[in-house]
């Protein structure tokens, strides 16, 4: 490798790095729950993501893990020649498979907590240190008889105790859960690994919700990934009743439960990418579908509050030429002449008006998208803000002046103009040093 290369390499660790603190720091003392098959333990994928868990745990998240048992217990009633049924997805649990499913629990257990206690030197999980509790946390009841089937001894979620796992949680331990619960009466029930998984993350008012699975999220018609749903497009799918990747029929409709009763985030994202926890997380993209109760995007009128983040947008526009400099006591003066996108908290794009009521026109200032937020359709989005904010002030036109974005206007319906169309104020401010083009559109 040469030492160009070698320089290429540390520069993007190092801006990864950095663009990975705000997750950190947001992270610290949060509360996620990972659910995952037992096909990861069975495919020795579980190493990898125990690495990337105790990264986690190292950075003060709170994890609770859910794992599933379905090839495991497969596995335990083909060897014993029992029969295998299925209802509506859901397993018939009768007398042989409730014992496939107590000893295929068991092992799966057992296996996670060995992996999740390694501390070889030289390897990710060094000095880990990890503790692991699990327990009876899951207060089951039966499913009883559905469509005229008897399901016996499957069952699911009644209550989760959250005291005894916060507890956990809160000594620093991890909190493994297995998907079997116990009634009052000491019956045992074999539930589903996404009821637990959405049912603890509730229960705990969970952060986030994360589903491993085969498939890499929720995709539309065209196969393209959908990265983001809110709750309300989630359930348009599942109503659509299109077919779904199995994977997706089981735990979307889970995790769209769990963000309508409180969780902040839930994800589903394929297990088979190379470190797929960490790129959700720790990624503006993300590699699956994050579900969300109400969009990530917003639009709205400045506060006082966004100065820091307008000024974090436009300064490096302002190092370039392309937007004149703005103060930070000019902008808490002007606060309320702008208009703010946001994405998931962070500015992602601000414009301003500055009225002119005599010629019922205003102009168009500061208007500005992050690079990185750019070629989505969210320059016209804010455009079409502005103009119906201008639309409610009683004004008549919109003019803009610009050095580097003239063609993005014309697109748009401006039409160039020269300085003597501007209000008279405005023309006895113009910068004939800057010349700017004026772009004029009426509304």
Same mark, same amino acid.
């Given at each position: ?46 190493? /990898? ?12 998240? =709170? ?16 060897? *014993? !020649?029992? =029969?295998?049924? #299925? ?22 257990? %057992? ?32 499913? !009883? ?13 009644? @209550? ?14 991890? %909190? ?17 690994? /996404? ?5 603890? $993350? ?5 952060? @986030? ?22 709750? $309300? /497009? ?19 409709? $889970? ?87 946001? #994405? ?9 008006? #500055? ?5 019922? $026109? ?28 201008? *639309? ?20 748009? !319906? ?15 401010? #113009? ?9 004029? @559109?009426?509304?």
């Amino acid at each position: 490798m040469t030492s160009k290369q070698q320089q290429t390499i540390s520069e993007q660790f190092v801006r990864w790095f950095r663009s990975a603190a705000p997750y950190i720091h947001t992270f610290r003392g949060k509360t996620f729950v990972v659910a995952f098959g037992g096909e990861m333990v069975s495919d020795g994928q579980f190493i /990898e993501l125990a690495q990337d868990l105790n990264l986690l745990n190292s950075l003060g998240v =709170q994890l609770v893990l859910v794992h599933g048992v379905r090839p495991q217990i497969e596995e335990e009633l083909t060897e *014993r !020649g029992a =029969q295998i049924r #299925y209802a509506e997805g859901m397993r018939v649990t009768d007398d042989d498979a409730l014992k496939c499913v107590k000893e295929a629990a068991g092992t799966v257990r %057992v296996e996670i907590e060995a992996l999740l206690s390694m501390g070889l030197a030289n390897s990710p999980m060094a000095g880990a240190d990890i503790r692991v509790a699990s327990g009876n946390f899951v207060t089951a009841k039966p499913m !009883g008889v559905r469509n005229g089937i008897d399901l016996m001894h499957t069952g699911e979620v009644r @209550k989760i105790d959250t005291v005894a796992i916060l507890r956990r949680l809160t000594a620093g331990e991890m %909190v493994l859960l297995s998907p079997i619960g116990v009634s009052p009466t000491g019956e045992i029930f074999n539930l589903t690994l /996404e009821d637990v998984a959405s049912a603890c $993350a509730v229960a705990l008012d969970a952060d @986030k919700l994360v589903f491993m699975m085969d498939t890499a999220g929720v995709a539309n018609a065209e196969g393209e990934l959908l990265r983001e749903l809110t709750t $309300a /497009e989630a359930e348009g799918i599942l109503a659509a009743k299109t077919p779904l990747p199995e994977d997706v029929g089981y735990f979307l409709p $889970a995790a769209t439960r769990a963000c309508r009763h409180g969780v902040a985030r839930s994800h589903l994202i394929s297990r088979h990418a190379e470190g797929a926890l960490l790129q959700e997380l720790f990624t503006r993209e993300g590699i699956g579908t994050m579900i969300t109760e109400d969009p990530l995007e917003t639009l709205r009128e400045a506060t006082i509050d966004d100065v820091g983040g307008i000024l974090g947008l436009i300064e490096p526009l302002e190092e370039e030429g392309i937007l004149v400099r703005r103060s930070r006591e000019r902008l808490e003066i002007e606060i309320e002449r702008f208009s703010v996108l946001e #994405y998931d908290g962070v500015t992602i794009g601000c414009a301003a008006l #500055y009225p002119f009521p005599e010629e019922q $026109a205003a102009e168009l200032a500061c208007f500005a998208i992050a690079p990185a937020y750019r070629g989505a359709g969210r320059g016209e989005a804010l455009l079409d803000y502005m103009h119906a904010r201008a *639309r409610r002030m009683g004004l008549a036109r919109l003019f803009v002046l610009t050095t580097r974005t003239a063609h993005w206007f014309i697109e748009r !319906g401006f039409a160039e103009a020269g300085v003597e169309s501007l209000p008279q104020a405005k023309q006895g401010l #113009y910068n004939f040093q800057r010349r700017s083009k004026v772009f004029i @559109k009426t509304l």
